[in-house]
């Protein structure tokens, strides 16, 4: 597995704001993933971070709300644009194609930004 | 598209056995795997199993595929008030191919109450 983090772990955000959230693993990987987990909900993913190139996007997820970067294998950002209550969710980046993993599926999460929007 | 299916409650006794249930479609998936989510924490893979096999035990774990059904289940021996959490299902997604492409569906989650 790898050691991933988050920052920052909570916020609580003010309605037509922004928030940027950091996701740091301490090894090079091939995939990084970002999803968000409304509360009693399962996972649903907003798109895949591509080093070098623009992320992909889910169905229902566009750039313009949820800019996201990956500058290098190491390390991605997601921005929530434009905040509404509606985005108060737990927002979790994953990453896959670890050396030594299980396949190149399996994704090992970090511990999650629980993000409030007043 | 992929859809995945789990109860989403189940409770039961310190020290019974919990078994939790997973119904999957996408017959092409390779691995199949439980995560588990304690309150305020990210998912944490807990096992898993590849799609040619029938069972896998892992300690206190196991899990069995019946692929011709595409149900998976999760059983924990001795279950303890530590192993209250959420517990998710997760498929991987092949791309027309038949290669992955590293996406997972998951399923809704299953809260699992251990009473002491």
């Known amino acids: 597995s790898a050691v991933i983090s988050q920052k920052p772990s909570r916020d609580i955000c003010q309605r037509g704001t922004s928030l940027t959230i950091q996701c740091q693993v301490d090894?090079?990987?091939?995939?990084m993933f970002w999803y968000r987990q409304q509360p009693g909900q399962s996972l649903t993913l907003i798109a895949t971070?591509?080093?070098?190139?623009?992320?992909?996007?889910e169905s229902g997820f566009v750039i313009d709300k949820f800019p996201i970067s990956r500058p290098n294998l190491t390390f991605s950002t997601l921005t929530v644009s434009n905040m509404s209550p509606e985005d108060s969710s737990i927002y979790l980046c994953?990453?896959?194609?670890?050396?030594?993993?299980?396949?190149?599926?399996?994704?090992?999460f970090g511990p999650g930004t629980r993000l409030t929007v007043l | 598209g992929e859809d995945v299916e789990q109860s989403l409650f189940l409770s039961v006794r310190e020290g019974d056995s919990s078994v939790i249930n997973c119904t999957y479609t996408?017959?092409?998936?390779?691995?199949l795997y439980w995560y588990k989510q304690e309150p305020g924490a990210g998912l944490q893979l807990l096992t898993y199993?590849?799609?040619?096999?029938d069972m896998k035990q892992d300690q206190r774990l196991t899990v069995l595929l019946n692929k011709k059904d595409k149900h998976l289940s999760l059983r924990i021996a001795d279950t303890q008030t530590g192993d209250s959490a959420i517990y998710f299902c997760a498929e991987s997604s092949a791309n027309a191919g038949g290669t992955s492409y590293g996406k997972l569906t998951f399923g809704q989650g299953t809260i699992l109450t251990v009473h002491p």
């Open positions: 090894s090079q990987v091939t995939m």
């Open positions: 996408d017959s092409s998936s390779t691995y």
């Open positions: 971070a591509n080093q070098g190139s623009e992320a992909t996007y």
């Open positions: 199993i590849f799609s040619n096999m």
């Open positions: 994953s990453v896959g194609g670890l050396a030594g993993a299980i396949s190149t599926d399996t994704q090992y």
